[in-house]
């Protein structure tokens, strides 16, 4: 019934439904690539500890000089790093198609805003500044990713930096707060 008064508002909701389901979609990629962030991490320490135990064994007459069991457990774990990385170059392109889909979303929500008023109580202006919001704190997200990764690749950073910043999640977390905001406040007018 609601979509016989007010299709294009009806319209509206099932853009910001789709976009709900783009946000959690990001969020899931983005979990399971801290994950490879963090075997990214634990691969160095491993190769550094058999690097250092490496340097001992060279260097003392009473241990037995390295191996091949010693070479090819380097060659495997630079395989898992690589591994590893291409793991996070993939989360990152699914994470920017994500924000493809979203903007794809922020145009179809301008095309209905200009077929509709206001009506029923429903202000489409507030969808589309929601929506407006969440695309910008995604893609700045991203846009954050993106940056480390590449600090991280040209050496700029740590690899503690590196995963100490991808774990942080600055721009998403305003945009939470924002939204619990703006919901505090409807609810107080609400009260009134």
Request: glycine fraction near 2%; charged fraction near 25%; hydrophobic fraction near 35%.
């Amino acid at each position: 019934m609601a979509q016989e008064s007010n299709p294009g508002g009806s319209t509206i909701i099932l853009i910001l439904n789709q976009a709900d389901q783009l946000t959690q979609e990001f969020k899931k990629i983005y979990n399971e690539s801290i994950n490879f962030v963090q075997g990214l991490k634990s691969t160095e320490q491993q190769f550094e500890n058999l690097n250092n135990l490496n340097q001992r064994q060279s260097q003392s007459s009473i241990l037995p000089s390295p191996s091949n069991i010693v070479e090819r457990t380097f060659n495997k774990l630079n395989q898992t790093k690589v591994e590893f990385t291409m793991k996070i170059i993939e989360s990152l392109n699914l994470l920017e198609s994500i924000i493809d889909r979203l903007s794809q979303l922020l145009y179809s929500i301008d095309i209905e805003m200009i077929q509709i008023e206001s009506s029923n109580g429903f202000d489409p202006k507030n969808a589309v500044d929601h929506l407006n919001l969440t695309f910008d704190a995604y893609q700045a997200e991203l846009v954050s990713k993106r940056q480390v990764f590449s600090s991280f690749n040209s050496e700029e950073i740590s690899l503690d930096e590196f995963l100490f910043r991808w774990m942080r999640t600055d721009e998403l977390s305003l945009l939470n707060k924002e939204t619990m905001d703006d919901l505090s406040d409807c609810l107080k007018g609400w009260s009134t």
